[in-house]
């Protein structure tokens, strides 16, 4: 049962923006949108989450529309080291300890 | 700042040999502990979480076992592996549940 949809593949210059789009049209009130990326052979990085608002960290940027049923993580200036596949989840803040990653966006920089 | 640990890295075991492997989170007390298995093609799967000591919660019935003997310490074990244990083990921890999940490097095992 996917909640979430992502582009297989994109590719992004080095030094530009990588815009990764998430559709999430069934999300219910309480629930938040997070983003991890894995980079291969390794564990999941926490990227950022939210849950109405935008929100930005020192890693990324995220863009939750007004309706909530779409996001876009922005990487402001990629570099090669964000070659990884990124995943957008969907989760209530109680009672579902379960992330359940989908197929995520293998993004690729390139030099 | 906290970290996470897992070890070993990579483990190669026979079909029926017991598995131990070890999680352990520095710079956090009581965090939520938690295993996940990632297979090929297959996605993230919720085996266990603790949210204490000796406290264990089940997703997933399976070969699988985990015991937590420490407040910041978390044990995946098997006493007779399968084929289909291979994958890639990843242990998480959050403050408490329903908070953002941190994991640790993974360890690779192939069961042969």
């Known amino acids: 049962d996917a909640k979430t949809t992502q582009p297989p593949s994109m590719d992004c210059a080095e030094g530009r923006a990588a815009n990764l789009p998430c559709n999430h049209s069934?999300?219910?009130?309480?629930?938040?949108v997070y983003w991890y990326r894995q980079i291969h052979s390794q564990g999941p990085q926490y990227i950022i989450h939210g849950l109405k608002n935008n929100e930005t960290n020192e890693m990324a940027s995220l863009i939750i529309t007004e309706d909530r049923k779409s996001s876009t993580l922005i990487l402001p200036h990629a570099t090669l080291r964000d070659t990884a596949v990124y995943y957008c989840i969907v989760r209530p803040n109680f009672g579902n300890e379960k992330l359940t990653f989908g197929t995520g966006t293998r993004l690729t920089i390139i030099p | 700042s906290q970290t996470i640990h897992q070890w070993p890295a990579t483990l190669v075991q026979p079909v029926g040999s017991p598995l131990s492997l070890e999680c352990t989170v520095e710079?956090?007390?009581?965090?939520?502990l938690y295993w996940y298995r990632q297979a090929a093609g297959r996605g993230l799967q919720l085996l266990f979480y603790s949210v204490g000591i000796g406290q264990i919660s089940s997703e997933v019935p399976q070969n699988l076992s985990a015991s937590r003997p420490q407040d910041r310490q978390f044990i995946l074990s098997s006493k007779k592996l399968l084929l289909s244990d291979s994958g890639f083990y990843l242990c998480?921890?959050?403050?408490?549940?329903?908070?953002?999940?941190?994991f640790g490097p993974g360890t690779r095992l192939l069961v042969l």
């Open positions: 069934t999300i219910s009130g309480n629930e938040y």
């Open positions: 998480a921890w959050s403050v408490t549940l329903g908070e953002t999940q941190y």
């Open positions: 710079g956090t007390s009581n965090p939520n």
